[in-house]
């Protein structure tokens, strides 16, 4: 399950209702359940969002046990595009959002966290740490083997931890 931004909220309430139908889990970027900067309704691709309804969908997390979460965050969060545009976001709240992301690795036992050389948007800044994440939470589900930082992560200019 991979869920980016928003999207985080919905991959984190789908794995509270449906658990066992779930092997890993890749929070890129992702809202956090009663993010406070982000008020109480969010206007997402047109259309308006309870973002209380959405963080109480999530169960308060979920904690996931031992299921593989890799947390990929962005070297620039507050960029739309790096070295381009920014949202504008005061410096408190760039610093909540990078104490958020650090957070959610103790959803899991068995969790990384990578920090893509990108803005928010990781899927356009840095497609290949994207695919190297994708790729290590399918193996490490497909093999049985825990999450971990290797050597691919220099390649694609991500920094593991």
């Not at 973002?51 to 299921?67: D, F, I, Q, V």
Request: positive net charge; proline residues 6%.
């Amino acid at each position: 399950m991979v869920g980016h931004s928003y999207g985080g909220l919905i991959a984190r309430a789908f794995v509270h209702d449906y658990r066992s139908r779930v092997r890993g889990l890749l929070l890129a970027e992702s809202v956090t359940p009663d993010d406070p900067t982000l008020g109480r309704y969010w206007t997402e691709a047109g259309h308006r969002v309870d973002m209380a309804a959405s963080s109480a969908a999530t169960g308060g997390g979920p904690k996931l046990g031992s299921l593989p979460l890799l947390v990929l965050s962005a070297s620039n969060p507050e960029g739309d595009h790096l070295g381009g545009p920014t949202y504008g976001q005061p410096a408190w709240m760039v610093k909540l959002w990078r104490t958020q992301q650090r957070a959610d690795r103790a959803l899991s036992s068995d969790a990384i966290q990578v920090t893509a050389r990108s803005g928010h948007v990781l899927q356009q800044d840095d497609p290949p740490a994207v695919v190297e994440a994708v790729r290590e939470l399918v193996v490490a589900v497909q093999t049985g083997r825990r999450l971990r930082c290797a050597t691919a992560w220099a390649t694609v200019r991500a920094v593991c931890r």
